[in-house]
């Protein structure tokens, strides 16, 4: 059991007048109008530090505060390895099927809480700079300092991949991330040592089962994977993969995107669409984040980071 969490909400104008079981119906759909007025007759919501009455009608910056009791988390893998450390930066190696944020029931089993215990007692907490999907393993960056932060998340925020503006030339050069991935097979048309720059649009799109969910789009943003077939068998082929954009799942899709979804993978279809009848949360793939290329604060020269990749 964890130590439950303490929702905070602000009343905006189109949600005046309406109840607070009503609002959190609209805010939080996972539970529906008659669930939240348990929640409220349970003592759990209080408005504007008060306990809320059930007949309350709300007003424009009214504040709300779903006090969430204990609850049990799924389990999943509760470590990291320190890969580097110094003055400004943590880097971290992050185990597969860990989250790194709160969201979809993950509020203690997650590397954010994880890393903040373990570095607690100071005065900024570790921020992460970037992400990795639940299911990646590898490398990720924490900055231990606003500067850093700041000065990190220039670097890791990639642009565009169709922009036409160039970087400031007094900004960080762009963070370089590389990962290692298995894909269940290959296209005939694709031999080891070939390299393809994939930019196939990602958007979120309408799922069945999950509402919206990220995927191919052609409505969606512009985005670049440099993919390198290294090595094709019938267990499995490897590939390298620089990511020139941050879109979510990105990899996944793009390599979907080409015919080789990832080996495992139980959303992705071959042409980058998602499974209609996917799950939520559903893991078993292998991607690895194994290399970082970015500028700490206060350096010259940039910091390279590689660890082992699996075999």
């Not at 390198?228 to 990899?251: C, E, F, K, S, Y």
């Not at 980071?305 to 075999?311: D, H, K, L, V």
């Amino acid at each position: 059991m964890n130590h439950g969490w303490i929702y905070r909400d602000t009343v905006r104008q189109q949600d005046a007048g309406c109840t607070p079981p009503a609002f959190y119906a609209r805010r939080y759909p996972h539970t529906d109008r008659v669930g939240w007025l348990e929640h409220l007759r349970n003592g759990e919501i209080r408005l504007n530090g008060a306990p809320c009455p059930e007949d309350a009608r709300l007003r424009p910056g009214d504040r709300l505060a779903w006090h969430r009791p204990p609850w049990e988390e799924p389990e999943v893998p509760l470590h990291f390895s320190i890969v580097y450390r110094d003055a400004d930066v943590l880097v971290v190696d992050k185990p597969a099927g860990l989250p790194v944020l709160p969201g979809a029931g993950f509020l203690e089993h997650t590397l954010l809480h994880l890393v903040r215990t373990a570095f607690a007692g100071g005065a900024f907490a570790p921020a992460p700079v970037h992400r990795l999907g639940r299911g990646t393993s590898g490398l990720m960056v924490f900055a231990l300092h606003p500067e850093a932060a700041a000065h990190l998340c220039a670097q890791f925020h990639h642009p565009d991949a169709d922009a036409a503006v160039p970087r400031p030339c007094h900004a960080p050069a762009t963070a370089e991330k590389r990962y290692r991935a298995v894909t269940a097979g290959v296209p005939p048309d694709i031999v080891p040592g070939q390299t393809l720059d994939v930019r196939t649009r990602i958007g979120p799109v309408p799922h069945p089962m999950l509402g919206r969910i990220h995927a191919a789009s052609p409505a969606g943003k512009p985005a670049r994977s440099v993919c390198t077939l290294l090595r094709a068998a019938p267990d499995g082929a490897v590939w390298d993969i620089a990511l020139h954009t941050g879109r979510p799942h990105q990899i996944r899709i793009h390599l979907a995107s080409i015919g080789a979804p990832l080996l495992g993978d139980p959303l992705y279809l071959p042409g980058g669409g998602a499974r209609p009848d996917a799950i939520p949360g559903a893991l078993g793939y292998t991607l690895r984040a194994y290399a970082l290329r970015f500028h700490p604060p206060g350096r010259a020269r940039p910091l390279f980071i590689e660890i082992p990749a699996p075999q």
